[in-house]
Every structure is written in C-alpha cells, then in structure tokens.
C-alpha cells in the first residue's frame, strides 16, 4: 500500500508584521506534520520558535530550514514524532526586515 502526503495551506507573514516580539505565522496546524519548512524571504536574521517561551530556529536572512520529522514511517503505526495539531509557528526579529515575508509550509499524511 503506496502512503500518500497531503500540504497545509501555507502559512505566511510580511515583514511589517515581524518586531523583537513574537508574532504568529499564519493559522495553527490542523493535522499532525511530518516535515515542515521554514522561508526567510526578509532581509533580515530571524528566530522561529512553536512555544513562545524560547527562540527554537533561526533562519539567517533569504535562507531557509528544512525539517524532515517523519516522512519515512507509516502512518497507520506510528505518529510519535510529528508536529501536533494546533501548533502555532511564530517569528521575532534578530535585525530588523526592510522587505519581503516569511513562510512556513507543513506536510501531513
């Protein structure tokens, strides 16, 4: 039996929108996530984090991150590690964007 992979809606947010606080990306996730990547298409450094409490992931400015969790295990036996439903992703500024938007885009299956 061949799995199949289904894309999130992608998630995204200008860089009007990102200061030295914490602001969400787009809506929470709706299915558990097996690889998620993270686009920095701002001039500036950026911090990632999933739970407000610390800086998670930095992606260096017009870079990106790529996290590959669990694409490679059955779904139908294992979903131990995966992103769960609900997670918010959200970006602060390490130096400051002038232009562009950052975008997050999630894999479930």
Excluded: H, W
Aim: charged share 15%.
């Amino acid at each position: 039996m061949a799995s199949r992979v289904f894309f999130e809606p992608i998630k995204t947010l200008g860089f009007g929108g990102i200061s030295g606080a914490y602001a969400s990306v787009g809506s929470v996730t709706e299915n558990p996530v097996r690889a998620f990547k993270i686009s920095n298409n701002t001039a500036g450094d950026l911090y990632f984090t999933t739970n407000l409490t610390q800086d998670e992931m930095f992606v260096a400015a017009g870079s990106f991150t790529l996290y590959d969790l669990q694409s490679n295990i059955n779904p139908q036996f294992d979903d131990k590690f995966v992103l769960a439903i609900g997670t918010q992703f959200s970006v602060k500024q390490v130096t400051a964007p002038v232009s562009g938007s950052v975008y997050v885009e999630c894999i479930y299956g």
